[in-house]
């Protein structure tokens, strides 16, 4: 078992910056790609990035590309999302996940969610 909980949500204006944390609890953390995923009201859960085990390969949306990075410390047990040049658009409530092994941008082929965070970006 996997259990996750972000941190670092907020209000802030467009063009800013905002980290967000994710801790997972349970062993062997390093064993599980880790994703982001945001939601925002009226829509489907959406891929933002995605990081493999060791955390030297990364993946991103093309609406983020560029803007937003993933990083993991296993020794910590965390993952993190640096989002800069924040849009308005970026409004959502976003998700940390888990599975096992190998990353995937598909929201169903991950076991362990977050609670989520909310992040709100003014124009």
């Known amino acids: 078992q996997v259990q996750l909980v972000e941190s670092g949500g907020d209000l802030v204006q467009a063009g800013g910056s905002v980290r967000l944390s994710c801790v997972a609890s349970g062993r062997m953390f390093s064993t599980y790609a880790m994703a982001w995923f945001r939601q925002a009201p009226g829509k489907e859960r959406e891929f933002v990035s995605a990081i493999n085990l060791s955390g030297i390969s990364t993946f991103y949306a093309d609406s983020v590309k560029g803007r937003f990075t993933i990083s993991r410390d296993n020794a910590k047990t965390t993952v993190y999302l640096q989002m800069n040049s924040l849009k308005p658009e970026d409004t959502a409530v976003y998700y940390c996940?888990?599975?096992?092994?190998?990353?995937?941008?598909?929201?169903?082929?991950?076991?362990?969610w977050g609670q989520g965070t909310q992040v709100t970006v003014s124009s």
């Open positions: 996940a888990a599975r096992k092994n190998l990353y995937s941008t598909s929201f169903s082929r991950y076991d362990y």
